[in-house]
């Protein structure tokens, strides 16, 4: 299985933070599985232009063809005016449609304050659900006061992130079995 | 209808395009070459002649995975090829060619073939010409509504004055040579969205629209669009062409053209799109109301009438080449469209 960790600002911590963390707990309770971040922060993507995702070069290339070669994905996004980042939303453009068809989604949010907690729900969600993502329902909304100094220190965030990292693989492996039972169906 | 020389009391015309896309055959692996697959289309046309089929087109697409970005040339040698089957383009990129240059040489091909050619213009939904030719795809949308209405001026008059942004302005051109009757059947390419008919519609052009998948209920609103815009610009819907067109594969029972097609729809898709064909949604697709035209040669012969029924096309399109189809069963599908698909079609449309 291929996963792949986006953390999708190019400024801040926190959000890289909580990627670093959700990376490690994926490595240490699923070793078999082929584990990729891509921080935004260490690559320059271009503005998506209407060309096809492999049509790009370098690190836009990279970073896209990354994303569609993986079974799942955890989007580790911060919460800028109310929405996602423009760097995040751009890697949705670059993408074709139906580019989640077949593929994982699950969401980690960081944000200033707990009044953004729905932020996930109305921006995010309705662009994967477009994008045909399976969606796992629940995220982890991390707050400005669960981090000090690049750590996180609230315990329910890290026992809420080792439950997502687990949704995460087991929703992959359903949604595996549900599509080798219905490919089974089929004689071509 | 006569204008584009279609008479619509002979029936339904059957048609096949190809993109002239040169993959790997999905289940060997191997790639013929460019030549060869240059030549097999060329060999296509002279089997589809004498199969009865109506027209042949050929497309450009100017990038890794095409063979025919010359197309006119490719046409060409068709018309030299064959002497009855209508020669069309599917499409011609207009946006990244000069009109003037376009109409000679579709008039040229006219004159070979004895008045048999035909131009779709289209603006291409693959960006590589734009790129490759120097074209700025931000003038996607008005470069090409300028340059089919100095194509549609080249083709209504005998000298043409005409000025714009995009070319150097014309004074009192004579172009040359002219087609055998004086004008050519130009269409407008349309991918399947009401704002693109409706387009063709304001400018009174014959509308060829791709319906590659899905329901045929969901174009059905392109084609009332379609002709509603003709009307309220002036023009008789009546005498203006609709012509649809669908990926195709026909075999003896379902199941041989399922599993004849989707290797090659599901590896065609991946190649030029980055995401294969699901197979869910293909499983449904021989149901008559899906437009993909895959099933026995009686629920092809279904699906066509469904769709004659909704829509009232003159002609129908399919494109049996796409993903790395292998000649052997092209040259089948020709032979069953020719043996049962045309006269089942014909005999129910024909007025």
């Known amino acids: 299985m291929k996963i792949v960790a986006l953390a999708g600002s190019i400024v801040g911590s926190k959000t890289k933070t909580a990627m670093l963390k959700t990376v490690e707990i994926l490595k240490q309770k699923y070793p078999q599985h082929e584990v990729t971040l891509i921080d935004l922060a260490e690559y320059t993507v271009e503005f998506s232009d209407g060309r096809s995702y492999f049509e790009y070069e370098g690190d836009t290339k990279y970073v896209t063809e990354t994303i569609m070669a993986a079974d799942a994905m955890i989007i580790g996004t911060p919460t800028f005016q109310a929405s996602i980042p423009a760097t995040l939303k751009n890697i949705f453009d670059l993408l074709p449609v139906n580019a989640f068809r077949d593929k994982v989604v699950s969401s980690i949010v960081t944000a200033g304050t707990a009044k953004h907690y729905l932020m996930v729900e109305q921006q995010l969600k309705p662009i994967l659900a477009y994008m045909k993502a399976h969606i796992v329902p629940t995220y982890v909304f991390i707050e400005e006061k669960d981090f000090l100094r690049k750590e996180i220190v609230n315990d329910d965030i890290l026992f809420r992130l080792e439950r997502l990292v687990e949704d995460t693989v087991l929703t992959v492996e359903a949604f595996e079995a549900i599509r080798r039972k219905k490919d089974e169906e089929y004689d071509f | ?351």
Do not use: C
Request: glycine fraction near 10%; charge should be negative.
């Open chain 2, 1 to 351: 209808m006569e204008n584009y020389r279609i008479d619509p009391s002979k029936g339904m015309e059957f048609g096949l395009y190809s993109l002239g896309d040169h993959m790997p055959n999905p289940l060997t692996g191997e790639r013929i070459s460019a030549q060869q697959r240059i030549n097999e289309l060329i060999e296509a046309s002279k089997l589809a002649e004498q199969a009865g089929i109506d027209v042949f087109g050929v497309g450009e697409s100017h990038q890794t995975y095409f063979t025919t970005q010359a197309h006119t040339v490719v046409l060409g040698a068709i018309a030299q090829a064959t002497s009855k089957i209508k020669i069309t383009s599917s499409a011609t990129v207009l946006s990244v060619s000069d009109p003037v240059r376009v109409y000679e040489d579709f008039s040229t091909i006219d004159l070979i073939s004895d008045g048999r050619a035909e131009i779709v213009a289209g603006r291409g939904s693959r960006v590589g010409a734009y790129q490759l030719l120097g074209v700025d795809l931000q003038d996607y949308e008005e470069i090409f509504e300028e340059k089919l209405e100095l194509l549609k001026k080249l083709n209504e008059e005998e000298y043409v004055t005409w000025q714009g942004e995009f070319r150097a302005p014309l004074k009192n051109a004579n172009i040359l040579p002219q087609p055998k009757n004086g004008s050519l059947p130009i269409w407008r390419a349309v991918g399947g969205l009401p704002a693109s008919a409706i387009k063709a519609g304001v400018m009174g052009i014959p509308m060829m629209l791709t319906t590659l998948g899905g329901p045929a209920s969901n174009f059905k609103p392109s084609v009332d669009a379609y002709r509603e815009a003709a009307e309220q610009s002036g023009y008789d819907p009546k005498t203006l062409p609709i012509a649809t067109t669908s990926l195709f594969y026909v075999a003896e029972t379902t199941k041989e053209a399922l599993q004849g097609m989707y290797p090659h729809i599901n590896g065609g898709f991946l190649a030029i799109r980055g995401g294969g064909y699901p197979k869910q949604q293909f499983a449904q697709a021989p149901d008559t109301r899906d437009a993909l035209m895959v099933g026995s040669t009686q629920q092809i012969i279904e699906k066509m009438l469904f769709q004659y029924e909704l829509y009232d096309m003159q002609r129908f399109m399919a494109q049996i080449d796409f993903g790395g189809v292998p000649f052997e069963k092209i040259m089948k599908n020709i032979e069953i469209i020719g043996n049962d698909i045309i006269p089942a079609i014909k005999k129910y449309t024909a007025k």
